[in-house]
Every structure is written in structure tokens, then in C-alpha cells.
């Protein structure tokens, strides 16, 4: 049988694995509401959040008691008549506008 003979070399170091460090991840800016007009119905519609008429028992866009918001859960088919998608499609186009605003900044 042959001896088999274990030789440890002293200049080679074991390393504890480097910790990431540094800041933490930055969060997003909120967005500022901006009116968009005094006596718009859809004045202070943001991404996530309805306008400042629309109350528990009736939405701004849809004219009823059912939330009809383009982030949140859209305008039901039932809804839907020429007035509601005019109101819809404007609140869409103004959250479509505050998220170009937000790219660009």
C-alpha cells in the first residue's frame, strides 16, 4: 500500500462570501395630483386613484355605483353606452399622460 500524505498550503486563505452591501433599493417617486380643470368631473384622477367626485355609491365614469377606473377594473359591457366610453377613454388618455410625465422625469 502506498501512504498518502495530505499537505495543506498556508498561503491559500479561505473567504467568507462578500456581503452585498450598499443602499437600499430607491422607491418610486409619488406623483404629485395635478388638476387638471376646476370643474372637469375627472379632476384628480391619478394611476391609482379615482377622481375627487367619485363617491362609494356612484363612479364619475360609469354614472352608478360600480367603479368603472381603467387601472382598477374597467368599464363592465353592461355599462357601456356613448357617454361612459367618452368619459373612459378620457380618463384613460389622462393616466396615460401622467405615466409619459413620470418616463420623462
Do not use: F
Not at 370643474?39 to 367626485?53: E, I, M, R, V
Not at 355609491?57 to 356613448?82: D, F, M, W, Y
Amino acid at each position: 500500500m502506498t501512504d498518502i500524505t495530505i499537505v495543506e498550503d498556508p498561503d491559500h486563505k479561505t473567504e467568507a462570501p462578500k456581503r452585498r452591501g450598499g443602499r437600499p433599493p430607491k422607491r418610486q417617486k409619488r406623483v404629485a395630483r395635478k388638476p387638471v380643470a376646476a370643474g372637469s368631473p375627472l379632476a384628480g384622477l391619478t394611476a391609482l386613484d379615482c377622481a375627487s367626485g367619485c363617491v362609494p355609491t356612484r363612479c364619475v365614469i360609469s354614472g352608478t355605483g360600480c367603479c368603472a377606473h381603467p387601472a382598477k377594473g374597467g368599464l363592465q359591457a353592461n355599462l357601456q353606452n356613448e357617454k361612459t366610453l367618452r368619459m373612459y377613454n378620457q380618463a384613460k388618455t389622462m393616466i396615460a399622460g401622467l405615466k409619459l410625465k413620470l418616463a420623462g422625469e
